[in-house]
């Protein structure tokens, strides 16, 4: 069983739509990170969180850590959002290192 | 500010050909990670250095070997390039610790053929 779980992996929306992506993972984390990959692009930080609710414009990330659940939720979604979003967690004692998801691919049709 | 610098963005070796992918960030930061993204999997760690002077490896080292070169620096080095090795590799770079931020590079597509 994969230690950081993301559902779905895919996901096509009308833009406009209110989306979720979900991340459970089952180690214990110092942090969790969700993070956007363009196609054919690099990948950039959205939200480093271990606790409560971070909001950045149209997108909010939210952590559960009892339930060890994070959802990454875009508002008023539009086609520039389409991209991948990974989730990421850094467990403890692991010297920094990242333990990814597979990731969610979200299409947002015009 | 460049952030993290990743050379090549692509390359295409033969079977059995030596290369090295080359890293450098210019934020001052402690730790330094290679990671490899193949289709329908997650990233996986490669090597990664905690500090200046130390390397250690990840969950996929196999083929790999790396050298920090300096505080800025984390090269990456294929020694007989397998087709196996055909991937999307990313370098990275925290503060380091439990709770920093990662920055990763864009990305360099090997094809070994």
């Known amino acids: 069983k994969n230690e950081v779980e993301q559902s779905p992996q895919n996901l096509t929306a009308q833009e406009g739509e209110f989306i979720t992506i979900n991340c459970s993972y089952s180690?214990?984390?110092?942090?969790l990170h969700w993070l956007q990959q363009h196609p054919g692009g690099g990948i950039v930080s959205l939200f480093m969180l271990s606790s409560g609710k971070k909001k950045h414009g149209r997108l909010i990330a939210t952590i559960n850590i009892q339930e060890k659940h994070s959802s990454l939720h875009i508002t008023a979604s539009h086609p520039r959002d389409s991209a991948v979003y990974i989730c990421a967690v850094r467990s403890w004692g692991s010297q920094g290192n990242l333990i990814f998801g597979k990731g969610t691919k979200l299409s947002v049709k015009p | 500010n460049a952030g993290v610098t990743q050379t090549p963005k692509f390359q295409v070796l033969k079977t059995g050909q030596s290369m090295t992918l080359q890293c450098a960030q210019d934020?001052?930061?402690?730790?330094m990670y290679w990671y490899r993204q193949d289709p329908g999997m997650g990233l996986r760690l490669i090597y990664y250095s905690a500090s200046e002077g130390t390397t250690d490896k990840g969950e996929v080292p196999n083929g790999y070997n790396v050298s920090r070169l300096n505080k800025r620096e984390f090269s990456l080095r294929l020694e007989s390039a397998a087709p196996s090795q055909t991937s999307v590799y990313f370098c990275?770079?925290?503060?380091?610790?439990?709770?920093?931020?990662?920055?990763f590079g864009q990305g360099t597509r090997l094809t070994v053929v």
């Open positions: 934020m001052n930061h402690n730790s």
């Open positions: 180690v214990g984390i110092s942090a």
């Open positions: 990275a770079s925290s503060v380091g610790g439990e709770d920093t931020e990662a920055f």
